[in-house]
Nanobody, 117 residues
Framework: QVQLVESGGGLVHSGGSLRLSCAAS????????MGWYRQTPGKESELVAR????????EYIDSVKGRFTISRDDATNTVYLQMNSLKPEDTAVYYC??????????WGQGTQVTVSS
């Protein structure tokens, strides 16, 4: 079992920054990839960014490249999503995910990010 606790969402003006945190606990050794998804009402969730644990390779969707950075701190088992130059279209509920080596996905509770224009 893996537990994920997110923090860091909130309300920010367009052009502002936020940093999301996701603290993992439990069977940390089973995690292969961690990522951040986001969802808005009426839309499917989309993978925003992910990081591979062993190699630290990162991937981003095109709309956030150059603005968002995913990183991790192994000492605290925490993954971060630094979001800069935020736009109103970044408004969503952001979910942390952890995928195990066997392909099972764990999810955090979600944190609301609202960007006002």
């Amino acid at each position: 079992q893996v537990q994920l606790v997110e923090s860091g969402g909130g309300l920010v003006h367009s052009g502002g920054s936020l940093r999301l945190s996701c603290a993992a606990s439990g069977s940390i050794f089973s995690i292969g990839v961690m990522g951040w998804y986001r969802q808005t009402p009426g839309k499917e969730s989309e993978l925003v960014a992910r990081i591979t644990i062993l190699s630290s390779n990162t991937e981003y969707i095109d709309s956030v490249k150059g603005r968002f950075t995913i990183s991790r701190d192994d000492a605290t088992n925490t993954v971060y999503l630094q979001m800069n130059s935020l736009k109103p279209e970044d408004t969503a509920v952001y979910y942390c995910s952890a995928r195990t080596h066997t392909g099972y996905n764990y999810w955090g509770q979600g944190t609301q990010v609202t960007v006002s224009s």
